[in-house]
């Protein structure tokens, strides 16, 4: 009983330790649920849920991966993470007095709960958008995240709106939510660093290059349209709302709009023109995503003569220009994604017995190579994704 009961207050204190200024009451999403339903149950479905490596199979491999390939231990990989990935974790380093109990097995594990906490698992959650009181915007990678921003006081909701009414929350506007969005995303989108320094992950710095009048959000959580945002009796007036999708790959179509083939004939070559519709590079973010359009030759018989492969991907290379993982990369080996507003004109020798040619865009979130060395298992990542097809006749 009585270890129990000093099991129990070592928990309560490192749940004051890790989120020492956040109220229980706003800490997680599902406190949010009982009025905003529908925007929760958006928010859940995007990865901004899974950003904790115990929700997301690559996150996991990914940090066993560098801790092999590195002298870093897990908890240090994971606490250099959590500024964009958790970064309402109030923990920036270990000591050194940890590192070595750590590594000697001795540890009392306390940045481990810290890390493994449910505070922590919610991911982007809604208090990492809504209680960012300011941002000290800046272009170096190693800045970003929880770097540079500080909380409102907790309880206090920072968003779209002037003066809306809630018996939950106090809530304050900030031009940074329907002005001027870009600014939030790109505290974390912005771009950052590998391990060894190497610039990845730059979205907003490719979009930044782009001169596109679309902000984030216009595409990412789709147009605004007139709603509540409150799912129950406290809802009075519809306002312009957004949908809390986040929109990736895994829940939406929205691929299918990222980029516009057009087939042609020209002499003895198929020529596809394809066109970046995006406001960044394709495919962006996450360096090891792997974009593809495969063209398959076909005769009067529609049997195969021939297949092609276009691929656009970034490789990434260690010091010694062995190809790595984008989170180990010490150089760009090679960089073959369109860019932002980019037409590219990519031929294809047609086979004489060839009638027609079925063209496929796929999208993969990590190339076959390295989905296998790093051992995932969920089909998620295994899986090529079939973006659109069509066909051309000769
Ligand atoms: C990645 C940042 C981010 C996260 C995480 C996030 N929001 Fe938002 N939220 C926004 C932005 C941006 C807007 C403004 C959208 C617009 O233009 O209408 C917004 C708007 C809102 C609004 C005002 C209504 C509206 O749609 O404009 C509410 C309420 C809200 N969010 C609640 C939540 C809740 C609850 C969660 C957690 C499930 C959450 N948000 C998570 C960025 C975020
Ligand atoms: C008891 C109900 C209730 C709960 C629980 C609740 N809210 Fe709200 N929230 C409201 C109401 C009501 C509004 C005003 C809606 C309106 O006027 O359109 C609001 C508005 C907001 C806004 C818009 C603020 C602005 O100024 O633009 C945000 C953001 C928000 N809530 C976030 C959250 C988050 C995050 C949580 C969970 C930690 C949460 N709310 C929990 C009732 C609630
Ligand atoms: C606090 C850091 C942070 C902020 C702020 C943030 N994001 Fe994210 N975002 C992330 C992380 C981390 C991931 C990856 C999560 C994962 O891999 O599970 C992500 C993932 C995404 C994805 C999903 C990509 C995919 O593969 O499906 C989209 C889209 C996205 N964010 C858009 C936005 C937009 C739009 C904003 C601004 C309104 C924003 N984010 C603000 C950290 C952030
Ligand atoms: C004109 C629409 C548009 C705008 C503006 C836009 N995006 Fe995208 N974005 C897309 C499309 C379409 C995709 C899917 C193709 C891809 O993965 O490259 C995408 C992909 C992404 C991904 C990767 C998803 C994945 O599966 O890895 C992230 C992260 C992202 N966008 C973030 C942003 C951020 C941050 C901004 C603002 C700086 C932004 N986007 C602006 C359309 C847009
Ligand atoms: C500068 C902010 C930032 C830091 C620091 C950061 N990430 Fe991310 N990470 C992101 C964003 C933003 C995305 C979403 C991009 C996308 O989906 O294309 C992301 C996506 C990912 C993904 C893809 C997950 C998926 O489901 O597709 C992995 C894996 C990942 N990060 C691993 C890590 C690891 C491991 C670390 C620490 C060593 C780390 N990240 C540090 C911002 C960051």
Known sequence: MKKNISIAFIVALLFCYAYADIDPRFAS???????????????????????????????????????LKT??????????CSSCHNPRVAKDKMSLEEFYSQAYGQDSGETSAILNSQYAKDGVNCITCHNVDKIYHNNSPENRGKKIVDWTPSGTMVGPFDNV???????????????????????????????YGHLICETSNEYDK?????????????????????????????????????????????????????????????????????AH?????????????????????????????????????????KETISQLAYQTLSDTRLDAGEKRK??????????????????????????????????????????KERYIKF
């Open 165 to 195: 009414d809630s018996p939950y929350h106090k809530s304050e506007y900030r031009a940074y939510f329907q002005e001027q969005p870009n600014q939030l995303c790109n505290i974390c989108h912005h771009s950052g660093e590998s391990y």
């Open 71 to 80: 002298t870093l231990l897990k908890d240090q990989i994971v606490l250099n």
């Open 281 to 321: 590079k394709i495919p962006t973010g996450y360096g090891d995503r792997e974009m593809s359009i495969i063209v398959e030759f076909l005769d009067y018989d529609e049997n195969l003569v021939r297949t092609d492969q276009y691929t656009l991907k970034a490789t990434f290379g260690d010091e010694f220009g």
């Open 210 to 278: 782009s001169n596109s009048d679309k902000s984030c959000v216009d595409c990412h959580m789709r147009e605004s349209t007139m709603r509540f945002t409150v799912d129950n009796k406290l809802a009075k007036e519809k306002r312009e709302s957004r949908s809390h999708l986040f929109a990736g790959v895994r829940n939406s179509d929205i691929v299918a709009a990222a980029i516009t083939i057009n087939p042609s004939r020209v002499g003895q070559n198929l020529r596809l023109e394809l066109v970046n519709e995006t």
């Open 346 to 387: 990519v031929d294809f020798a047609i086979p004489h017995s060839a009638s027609k040619a079925k063209i496929t865009l796929t999208y993969r979130l990590i190339s076959e190579k390295w989905a296998k060395e790093l051992q995932l298992k969920s089909e998620e990542f295994l899986k090529t994704y079939v973006v």
């Open 29 to 67: 999403s599902q406190a949010c649920k009982a009025c905003h339903k529908t925007i929760v149950e958006e928010w859940e479905t995007s990865l901004h849920a899974k950003s904790h490596f115990s929700k997301n199979e690559l996150i996991d491999k990914t940090i066993e991966y560098m801790s």
